[in-house]
């Protein structure tokens, strides 16, 4: 998953402004007793206890976390939101790389071989043991973007059938910062790496290569390494028959370097690729490579369960969150090899147990369908969304909402929340409005280059139309100010994210957590009781997928 600070993360789909006359009042208070702390507490400890080893899936960790969120859904009353099971089976591949030849490059100056995982990090999706490149041609393709709407295609006059192509990550625009390019340095989806390898496969290129550069894709390369240089699961597209792309990855900076100095190019192709009117172009570069792998095929599982509205049963609000953490692995300075993911995600988890239990209360039941997805495999690369967004259980076009949570508060009361892909929805009109009722400001997000819109469960639902947005729990602590909130942020973000050492501390502070959680819930009712539709704003990317 997307790194994940110790502050609530949440997303939904875009509303209508509060303004819409034809909405009625909602009751604030309604549902807002039924919330606590200790049971809060109580969900998180027993997801996150040793007992569940880290809640990998294919392990004995997914058995217990699904069994357990099926009991307390059907403790609450719940239905189950899959016909009479509470739950979605999930195809999934588990690919472990055997071995990763040393990528070679052969040129009229001559050739040179490049270190996997050292030089490069490739992988596959396919479900053959054995992906080559044999003397394939290399075409430098930009960015390797499609954009109609912004007037832009790096693909246009190229061949890039049976080729590797070579891209840039994020997006023109991002190293001028130029507003008129795009977003600027605010990243679109266009920029983000999983949309270049999409966009090779459907131009029909055999393999893609991601050049790295520290700044435009926000992480340095030995994340690229860590998260994609071992065993991955990838959603079972068997069935699909889609078009996948043999191999793909990320060179280093300095490789790209290599490759471009060996096709008689040097890096000003990197700066030119920035201006529109940019051609790409074959390289004159032949690229072999040999990865062997693994394969075995399983299932995991979406757990989901709902309360039907009284007089818009077909309309629905989703709630998210995934209850999947990286489960049992290297051991840290202790020897704990458990990675517990307390707040990533097990707090997001029980949040949304909270919030089932909140609507479950109220004295006027909502009138829309609220349904509680529960999603495996985030930490994959939000596969369970993903597969959800891709085989829906409930019609996308009367899906009104997506609200995820992915990590909650645990320092305290904020006087202010962030929020990513600002300007992507009419949900930022009814957050700001919800929070001047609470007294609370929203604050810009500090990085909008770093794509963080992108990396959390939310997007599988706007990548099918279902506009979405990120709100972060803030830095400034009542009490306490805003350097405070960034020392806990980037003390999280050294010594817990991502490690053995995420746990559950008697010392949290989960004032501020239940505050947003609440928050959530407020923006989710009055959603329920809406009879409007959600809208993406004009120049939202996804605009053009909502039905």
């Known amino acids: 998953m997307v790194k994940i600070i110790p502050r609530l993360l949440l997303a939904g789909t875009a509303i209508l402004a509060f303004s819409c006359n034809q909405n009625k009042p909602v009751d604030e208070q309604d549902g807002l007793s039924a919330f606590s702390k200790d049971s809060l507490i109580k969900h998180i400890v027993t997801l996150s206890s040793d007992e569940f080893k880290g809640r990998r899936p294919f392990t004995v960790g997914e058995e217990k976390s699904i069994a357990f969120l099926q009991n307390t859904y059907k403790g609450m009353g719940l239905e189950p939101g ?73 693909y246009a006059g190229l061949n890039v059938k049976g080729k590797v192509v070579m891209v840039m990550v994020n997006d023109p625009g991002f190293e001028t910062g130029d507003t008129t390019m795009f977003k600027g340095k605010a990243m679109t989806y266009y920029g983000r790496w999983t949309y270049k ?27 690229v390494q860590n998260s994609n240089g071992g065993v991955k699961l990838h959603l079972d597209k068997r069935a699909s028959h889609a078009y996948q792309l043999a191999l793909q990855g990320w060179v280093t900076h300095e490789s790209a370097v290599k490759i471009l100095h060996a096709g008689g190019k040097d890096t000003s192709v990197l700066h030119t690729a920035n201006n529109r009117g940019f051609k790409g172009f074959d390289m004159g570069i032949k690229l072999s490579a040999t990865l062997k792998a693994k394969v075995v095929f399983n299932k995991s599982h979406n757990v989901i369960a709902k309360i039907t509205g009284t007089k818009r049963p077909d309309e629905y609000i989703v709630f998210s969150a995934h209850w999947d953490h990286l489960g049992v692995g290297k051991p840290d300075a202790k020897g704990d090899t458990i990675y517990n993911g307390a707040l990533d995600n ?24 609220i349904i509680f997805l529960s999603v495996t495999a985030e930490e994959q690369g939000l596969l369970g969304s993903e597969y959800y967004g891709e085989n829906p259980i409930y019609p996308l076009d009367k899906t009104v909402a997506n609200i995820n949570i992915d990590g909650i508060n645990a320092i305290g009361k904020t006087k202010d929340v ?130």
Request: hydrophobic content about 35%.
């Open 82 to 154: 899959n016909g009479s099971s509470y739950l979605q089976d999930v195809p999934m591949v588990e690919i472990s790389p055997k071995s990763v030849s040393p990528l070679k490059v052969q040129a009229a100056k001559g050739s040179f071989d490049l270190k996997n995982m050292d030089d490069f990090v490739l992988w596959t999706e396919r479900t053959d043991t054995v992906q080559t490149l044999n003397n394939d041609d290399i075409v430098f393709a930009g960015f390797g973007v499609v954009a109609p709407e912004y007037k832009w295609d790096d």
């Open 197 to 223: 390898f999409e966009e090779a496969a459907r131009q029909g290129a055999k393999g893609c290569i991601i050049v790295h550069n520290t700044a435009a894709a926000s992480y340095p390369f030995h994340v």
């Open 346 to 369: 097990a707090s997001g988890t029980a949040a949304i147990l909270e919030i089932a239990r909140a609507f479950k209360s109220m004295k006027t039941p909502p009138e829309r369908t």
């Open 418 to 547: 962030t929020i990513s892909g600002s300007g992507q929805s009419e949900l930022e009109d009814y957050l700001k409005a919800q929070l001047a009722k609470d007294g609370r400001t929203l604050t810009p997000e500090a990085h909008p280059e770093a794509g963080h819109y992108f990396r959390s469960d939310h997007f599988s639902f706007a990548k099918v139309g279902v506009p979405s947005i990120t709100i972060g729990g803030g830095n400034d602590v009542i009490g306490k100010g805003k350097e405070y909130g960034k020392k806990m942020d980037d003390d999280y973000t050294a010594n817990r994210y991502h490690q053995p050492a995420d746990q559950y501390n008697a010392t949290w502070n989960l004032d501020g957590g239940l505050e947003d959680i609440e928050l959530i819930f407020k923006i989710g009712k009055r959603l329920a009781f809406e009879t409007t539709f959600p809208q993406w704003n004009a120049d939202s990317e996804f605009k053009k997928l909502r039905k």
